[in-house]
């Protein structure tokens, strides 16, 4: 989302409501609750629901283009991929939720402070 204005579009979570996988279940409400916990606004996309075929579709299309796994839950913002369950640990674990969510603008100056090499003088 490189776009002036932030997306005021809630995230999608592509989650299956038929799973025989205790893991997937599980890790599909630990996305919703990680969601709920920071306050961020989310609509659940039910892919095993024959109503949302066009959704299923997109999703294995978008993950097939960026050869990626279909593997549940899955997080889209503004039908840009932005991570899947591992990724959004890893965004919580760093403090990167709201930019790998692209769901506030990118603060690149504060990026660039923290990456520039410090000069050591000897």
Do not use: W
Not at 7 to 15: G, H, N
Not at 35 to 50: A, F, R, W
Not at 55 to 84: G, I, M
Request: charged share 20%; glycine share 2%; with cysteine.
């Amino acid at each position: 989302c490189e776009s002036a204005t932030p997306s005021i579009m809630p995230v999608k979570v592509y989650i299956s409501n038929i799973s025989a996988s205790h893991l997937i279940t599980g890790r599909q409400r630990q996305v919703k609750h990680i969601l709920d916990t920071y306050n961020i606004p989310y609509m659940e996309v039910d892919i095993s629901d024959p109503k949302q075929s066009g959704e299923k579709e997109f999703l294995q299309k978008s993950l097939f283009d960026k050869n990626l796994k279909l593997t549940l839950p899955q997080v889209f913002n503004d039908n840009e991929f932005c991570c899947d369950y591992d990724g959004l640990l890893c965004a919580v674990e760093s403090n990167q939720l709201k930019q790998v969510l692209k769901t506030s603008p990118t603060t690149s100056t504060s990026n660039q402070q923290q990456e520039t090499p410090l000069m050591s003088s000897s």
